[in-house]
């Protein structure tokens, strides 16, 4: 085995990859239309099993890769996310042996369905940081964006995560005449809770790349409508943040995530993990690479990391064919 000490993994913009997302699994108990197109057939719905050929990596290959991976950049920390990452069987496991490897910032990115059962244990486990997708408080809304009967069970997951201690953080993507109307109950409910809640505008991923849907909603007009409500301050931003945030008058933090109209692509510091074992670099190129090939060879490791450092854009957003489900977000 080839082994190099930690190299100098940056680009010309000074970016390195400090954060990690593992896709765990690019199956999910929703649809959300956003995410997958609606012909889409679902592979697990409301169930733990996962057929065979949608195996994802056991927790020993995810721990042999991202081990691998943070020997050679110093990654600072991994979010788990999916498909939906509570659906993940081995994910206690998992997330006991990133820690062992010396990485204890370890957040998550989940649709909450299955949260309230499993909020406490998550915090127990190290998860003190969680990202919550909800896209509406109107249940009729809501269930029709994430195409599933039964979305009140997020709210109380929502409400257990919160009861935890832990640091969540609401997420909602923005579709016009979907749920533009849910703006101001969003921030509302968010900062009836007391936690920050992050508005997305929409991007071209998947499904959506080739298409010219008319739902994009951006960030302006996002802002004009909470202004119209409520007076807002803007706050600085932070160092790879992708949201840029604001202060309501109501006393409630709102961020907004706007890869079209604020890209954000100069300072990322992201790098992307499938549940096949795929490294990405960035959202904009659908090229993966396998690096359990290279496992071995730090010298050769280095240099595919390199390779996909180099993948980032310049200054903007454009899209890709990659799925949502399966690169995680
Ligand atoms: N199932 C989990 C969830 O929904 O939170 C984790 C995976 S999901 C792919 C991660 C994030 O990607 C969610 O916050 C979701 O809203 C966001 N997302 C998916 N497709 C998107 C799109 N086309 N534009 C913007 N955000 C998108
Ligand atoms: Fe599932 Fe998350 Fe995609 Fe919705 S956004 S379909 S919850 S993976």
């Not at 082994?3 to 690019?26: A, W, Y």
């Not at 505008?201 to 959506?208: R, S, T, V, W, Y």
């Amino acid at each position: 085995m080839v082994i190099l000490r930690m190299v100098k993994l940056e680009d010309n913009l000074g970016r390195r990859f400090e954060k990690l997302r593992i896709s765990l699994l690019n199956s999910c108990n929703f649809s959300c239309v956003y995410c997958v197109a609606e012909n889409f057939q679902n592979i697990s719905t409301d169930t733990l099993r996962l057929s065979t050929a949608d195996r994802p990596l056991t927790p020993d290959e995810f721990i042999r890769l991202i081990e691998a991976v943070h020997r050679l950049t110093g990654l600072k920390s991994i979010r788990l996310t999916g498909g939906e990452p509570l659906l993940y069987s081995d994910l206690f496991p998992l997330i006991n042996h990133i820690q062992k490897i010396g990485i204890s910032d370890i957040r998550l990115t989940t649709n909450a369905y299955y949260l309230k059962e499993k909020a406490s244990k998550l915090f127990d486990a190290g998860i003190k940081s969680i990202n919550i997708s909800v896209d509406a408080v109107d249940q009729d809304i809501f269930n029709s964006i994430s195409r599933h009967p039964n979305t009140a069970r997020v709210f109380s997951g929502i409400e257990a995560a919160v009861k935890t201690g832990m640091d969540v953080k609401l997420n909602a993507v923005i579709m016009r005449g979907k749920n533009d109307s849910q703006i101001i109950p969003l921030l509302e409910y968010a900062t009836e809770l007391g936690v920050r809640i992050r508005f997305l505008e929409l991007m071209k991923m998947g499904h959506l790349y080739h298409s010219e849907n008319g739902l994009f909603f951006s960030e302006k007009e996002i802002l004009a409508i909470i202004q119209e409500k409520y007076p807002i301050e803007s706050l600085p931003r932070g160092h790879a943040e992708t949201a840029n945030y604001w202060r309501a008058s109501n006393g409630g933090i709102f961020g907004i995530i706007a890869n079209e109209s604020t890209p954000f692509c100069h300072d990322c510091n992201r790098l992307r993990m499938d549940s096949n074992g795929f490294f990405y670099g960035c959202l904009s190129n659908a090229h993966g690479e396998k690096l359990s090939e290279y496992i071995d060879d730090d010298f050769l490791l280095t240099e595919k990391l390199r390779g996909l450092l180099r993948l980032k854009q310049p200054v903007k957003f454009h899209g890709s064919e990659l799925s949502m489900r399966n690169i995680g977000g």
